[in-house]
């Protein structure tokens, strides 16, 4: 496909620090994202009717497109609130392009993990059931010991610190399926005390990391981490995915730019 840089003009440069992307930089180029997955939240201001347009309609057309040129042509525009992705092509015409988008469901081989943190002095049976559209994609048991090297949490949040990251990733778990969507999660467990269950959906998406099950003698305490919450597994400097280390967002300068002077 032919590139060319996409550039904003206006009378005045603006720069807020909530808006999570650049509305209007004078003499600016918008760096292209070549990340597999864009969210929509992010894309500028500037371009916002373009893409919602052709994501509500299926389509828009214009003399000249500018989200083609901001992002590769295998990236999937991830639309956060609803979960849903979108591959995009174009079609040029006589006077106008065409700008498509289709719905799609992608695949991610690390699409997150369930992590069973036993707090009880004894070992846990339990099972988790994934499922999808009524078919069962995960029926797992397991017997699951003390996690010694992991702490007792108040709640599944940044800031909580359970334990570092090898104790974590020596808990047992269950990997979630790749396709990245809606799954019904069942979790059942067996204390030498009593038997506590629980039924959520969970939405796996780029950020998400893991669903965390923490199961004491009063039942299960349970949430989601994302990719973002490094604070509840290390005390390492958390690298945002909605920061400088996120290559196509960078609040609250905006999406990353080049400047002309």
């Known amino acids: 496909m032919r590139r060319r840089a996409f550039v904003t003009t206006t009378v005045a440069a603006i720069a807020t620090a909530t808006a999570g992307c650049i509305d209007r930089l004078v003499g600016t180029s918008y760096q292209q994202c070549t990340e597999a997955f864009v969210p929509l939240r992010e894309i500028p201001q500037s371009i916002h009717t373009e893409v919602e347009t052709a994501v509500a309609d299926g389509s828009y057309s214009a003399i000249t497109l500018d989200y083609p040129d901001l992002v590769s042509d295998d990236t999937t525009l991830w639309v956060i609130d609803d979960n849903r992705y979108y591959t995009h092509r174009v079609e040029t015409g006589l006077l106008t392009d065409e700008l498509i988008f289709e719905e799609t469901t992608p695949r991610r081989t690390d699409s997150g993990e369930l992590k069973l943190s036993n707090q009880t002095s004894e070992t846990v049976a339990v099972t988790v059931r994934i499922s999808a559209d009524d078919d069962v994609l995960v029926d797992a048991d397991h017997s699951v010991e003390p996690a010694d090297d992991v702490v007792e949490v108040d709640e599944i949040a940044n800031s909580e610190y359970a334990g570092d990251k090898s104790a ?94």
């Open 168 to 261: 974590v990733d020596a808990l047992p778990g269950v990997d979630f399926p790749t396709e990245l969507r809606e799954y019904r999660v069942e979790i059942v467990s067996e204390t030498a005390a009593d038997e506590h269950s629980e039924t959520v959906t969970i939405d796996t998406h780029p950020w998400f990391e893991f669903y965390w099950v923490q199961i004491t003698d009063d039942g299960m305490l349970t949430g989601s981490l994302w990719e973002n919450d490094t604070g509840f597994y290390s005390d390492e400097p958390n690298h945002s995915k909605v920061g400088v280390h996120w290559a196509c967002t960078e609040p609250p300068a905006g999406w990353p730019a080049e400047r002309h002077e």
